[in-house]
């Protein structure tokens, strides 16, 4: 019989809701029940597409004996911590406050008054390296909690006192300056691998926002270092298996620092930060593998991760049916030889393992191996290479396919919408800017009340229960300003506002400038969380902050411009020691050192001149720079206003910091007027 999950929107929740165990959605009503049965409450806190969370729920949650005692002494909830990116954050704090680490399946043991007092990740069915089972860990809580009640709600009132007393230094109120961003320099060359790219040792995450710096950087200064790094950077991962050979789109992270085996479920953010990289890469170099690779994985997104609804999916799970029945971390994507042969034949398979680097002892488990492309240089038949890729993508779509969490992320779609803009202006693809409009329409519809409110999630065309948070707010505005920018439609720039006004009111702290990552009226949790590093994606800090200070630059509002300085007070103070987890501030500061540059394109929106002064706008690499393009008349963008066309002719300006060039009619000077 279906537990409480049953009517929820989360397909991680759905997931749990057949588990034997009595299961919670996080709610009032939850806690009341604990504090009425007088037990504590377990919260198990993961994700659709995180493989040891499958594993924990297969080996606890649906085992009948493990549930029965869990219902019998423990009140439990189960999160998305996709949907509730909150409550994971204050809980994940503790953990990581407690044990130095931290990670998915979360397991929190709290009380009725949600103050957590013991904490793990993962737990095992049965004792293993020197780990406890999961069933010793739920009788030892049990038992401290019935013998030892008031040293563990002590314990837990310490807790709630330390992570009340853990508020982060934010740095001052002065804007990053040119040491400041020359100093994060200097720390991403200390921390970069100059054998495989990337920063750090394994496992590898994917650098977007870092990568996004570097290209600001080199655009801003011509440090040529910069640009390398980027550039080997995106070579070697788009070389690598952590990007999908035939299919196009990245994985989440390799567990190597070569970038050789990922681990392989798929993330929309990873996506489309990765898409938009490789696009301003491109801008700034011509690469033809960047090319590729933007335009590839754009079309991954929208091929497997768009929803009927016009949004994009959050993920495509790492596991699937190996075609035994058993579910396996990778099937649906490595290959042996024997199975090249199959469906290439003896003469192509040889060419193909080769090509991709599929060798007899593998690079990953039991044999197989994950595509590649190790030779960087060598001549090869590019039309033969093509109908391989074509036949194996084909037969590889008779696997059993790894399951797709369907939720609709309103921050990450926002992140989409920005990047299918920019690829498909960038490429002439319309279709990828119909695709981005086709999202950026759903969350105006379906995530936005009739107060601007975001809704976090929505799934099947149902909006979810939980509120936006600060990320949400600003990646869909980052989204929409792209879109403004692209289309001339100055709608997109209205949403905006109406979007970023509430970071203003409700995400702001009105005496020091700093962001928390919930609203002022939000659900009141432990604390109100409030971090300003760049992880997976944007932190909501940073990402409020790019999207105030291109609004400003669109507008001339001065409230966002003032909002979006106060808040890179942060990365004054982070940039030059942690520059890999505030890659996102760091870009927005060159954005802001630059100006950002305003350009306003008139004239009429078919003739061919007005859309080359677009083209060369959009493709300047001035870091942040904005655009606006419409007829001399129009009022649909403020950068519009009282521009008039010269000689008769579709005319550019370009302004910044209150003064502006020359306006002109000559694409040749309006590149070099976007150029350092």
Known sequence: MPNRLAHETSPYLLQHADNPVDWWPWSAEAFEEARKSGKPVLLSVGYSSCHWCHVMAHESFEDQETADYLNAHFVSVKVDREERPDVDAVYMEAVQAATGQGGWPMTVFLTPDAEPFYFGTYFPPAPRHGSPSFRQVLEGVHSAWTDRRDEVTEVAEKIVRDLAGREIAFGDTRVPGEEDLAGALLGLTRDYD???????????????????????????????????????????????????????????????????????????????????????????????????????????????????????????????????????????????????????????????????????????????????LPQSEGVFDAERIASIRARLLEARGERPAPGRDDKVVAAWNGLAVAALAETGAYFDRPDLIEAALGAADLLVRLHLDEHARLARTSKDGRVGANAGVLEDYADVSEGFLALASVTGEGVWLEFAGFLLDHVLVQFTDEESGTLYDTAADAEKLIRRPQDPTDNATPSGWSAAAGALLSYAAQTGAEPHRAAAERALGVVKALGPRAPRFIGWGLATAEALLDGPREVAVVGPVDDPATKELHRAALLATAPGAVVAVGAPDSDELPLLAERLLVSGEPTAYVCRNFTCDAPTTDVDRLREALGR
């Open 194 to 372: 100059a054998g495989h790219g990337g920063f750090g040792g394994a496992p590898k995450f994917p650098p977007s926002m870092a990568i996004e710096f570097l290209l600001r950087h080199h655009a801003r200064t011509g440090a040529e270092g910069a640009l390398q790094m980027a550039a080997d950077t995106c070579e070697r991962m788009a070389r690598g298996g952590i990007y999908d050979q035939l299919g196009g789109g990245f994985a989440r992270y390799s567990v190597d620092r070569e970038w050789v085996v990922p681990h392989f479920e798929k993330m929309l953010y990873d996506n489309a930060l990765l898409c938009r990289v490789y696009a301003h890469l491109w801008r700034a170099t011509g690469s033809d593998l960047a090319r590729r690779v933007a335009l590839e994985t754009a079309d991954f997104m929208v091929r497997e991760l768009r929803t009927n609804e016009g949004g994009f999916a959050s993920a495509l799970d790492a596991d699937s049916d190996d075609g035994t029945g058993r579910h396996v971390e990778g099937a649906y994507y490595v290959w042996t030889p024997a199975q090249l042969v199959q469906v290439l034949g003896e003469q192509d398979a040889e060419l193909a393992a080769d090509h991709f680097g599929v060798t007899g002892e593998g690079t990953f488990e039991e044999g197989a191996s994950v595509l590649q």
